[in-house]
């Protein structure tokens, strides 16, 4: 069983498609392409940690349609555009507005996250080595060595597994609070 994270999906949402300038086309091309990412990499038993902007603009027999569609236990992390259409459908657990967990990479290791919607500069655990995942920026703000945008513009338009997000903060620079943290500064 493996752990994802996404966010700003925005099924039914007609003004951000247009906005992504994609080769969707359509509505419904955006949503049936997100859907078969999201089924690609996610298996029934896996988690997915969606950490908001589910749907817009869509009605709530279309949100549950695609909700049912989807791979895995869905967790969200509530989004400003999550009305509820969207937070009464059957998460596995009531919808939260941030999320302190610790999941376990492939080899065993224990990581913490925070996981919120908005992008915070410190967040709780920050100084403990905590990672913070977040969505809402649309892939407009550059990762950190302990944050990043798992939204869907920001991942190719699938969930991403932890391994894949830890390297994307290894790889990337050090924001200077985090230099401040590391006794860099």
């Not at 949402?13 to 992504?20: I, T």
């Not at 080769?23 to 969606?50: K, Q, Y």
């Not at 549950?64 to 509820?84: E, Y």
């Amino acid at each position: 069983m493996t752990t994802f994270f996404t966010a700003d999906t925005h099924f039914g949402d007609a003004p951000l498609v247009a906005r992504r300038r994609s080769a969707f086309g359509s509505v419904e091309g955006h949503d049936e392409a997100l859907i078969a990412r999201w089924n690609a990499v996610v298996a029934p038993g896996d988690t997915v940690w969606h950490l908001g902007d589910f749907a817009a603009g869509a009605s709530r027999p279309y949100c549950a349609a695609v909700f049912a569609r989807l791979n895995g236990i869905k967790r969200l992390v509530r989004g400003n555009h999550d009305t509820n259409r969207v937070l009464e459908l059957p998460w596995a657990e009531p919808p939260v507005e941030s999320a302190r967990l610790t999941v376990a990479d492939a080899l065993g290791r224990p990581w913490r996250l925070f996981l919120s919607h908005y992008p915070h500069r410190s967040w709780p655990g920050f100084w403990r080595e905590t990672r913070h995942l977040y969505g809402h920026t649309h892939a407009c703000l550059p990762d950190t060595s302990r944050s990043c945008d798992v939204g869907a513009d920001a991942c190719d338009y699938r969930p991403l597994d932890l391994a894949t997000l830890l390297a994307r903060q290894e790889a990337a620079p050090l924001a200077p609070e985090e230099m401040a943290a590391r006794g860099l500064r």
